[in-house]
């Protein structure tokens, strides 16, 4: 039984860090990735589909986001779909392609999306000591109820802090990294 408590702590507290990882992404640093453009809907068919399912999403430089639709039909729809996404990216059309300039930061604006990056990882802490919570409430319940041994119960007590303390490390690790992207220019 504990040992299933732990290894879901472990699942829910990794998932925190990956959703952690997945918003970082979404904060552009100033140079172009594919990624930045994850979250675009596009209004095409009648339906509201991902970019990724209308055009091809390349960076030919590190300025420059290249948008390729596979049907030229629906041009319009992705530009409109990434002008509408609120990214601060205003598309260029250039023949059948639309060429996305990522604009250079500004110092205000760095501070900003530090801010943001500050907010994402305590959400990820949040749902880290969620687990750790949920984790210790589920070991006390076999303490009193399965007759979970006292030392059994301080020993994983003891797995679950330091998990908990391991993944807090990785968040603020991963947001130092980000903070660092952001200042740089």
């Known amino acids: 039984m504990p040992k ?16 952690t990882l997945h918003e970082f992404s979404s904060l ?21 589909v991902t970019l990724k399912e ?3 999403v390349t960076t030919p430089d590190a300025r420059t986001i290249m948008v390729q639709p596979w049907d030229k039909s629906v041009l319009k729809d992705v530009e409109k779909g990434i002008q509408e996404a609120n990214l601060g990216l205003n598309p260029i059309i250039d023949g059948g392609i639309l ?3 990522v604009p250079e930061l500004t110092g205000q604006r760095r501070q900003e999306l530090a801010k943001t990056a500050g907010g994402m990882a305590e959400d990820g802490r949040v749902r880290v000591r969620q687990g750790r919570r949920d984790a210790l409430s589920l070991l ?3 303490k009193n109820d399965d007759g979970l041994p006292e030392d059994d119960f301080k020993r994983y007590e003891k797995e679950v802090q330091k998990a908990h303390d391991d993944y807090i ?9 980000k903070e660092a992207d952001l200042k740089k220019v």
């Open 169 to 177: 490390a990785e968040i603020n690790q991963h947001l130092a990294t």
């Open 4 to 19: 299933e408590i732990l290894k879901s702590m472990h699942a829910d507290m990794k998932k925190a860090v990956d959703h």
């Open 28 to 48: 552009h640093t100033g140079k172009a990735t594919p990624a930045m453009l994850d979250g675009v809907r596009v209004n095409a068919y009648g339906s509201s």
């Open 99 to 101: 060429r996305v300039p």
């Open 54 to 56: 209308v055009a091809a």
């Open 140 to 142: 006390k319940t076999a």
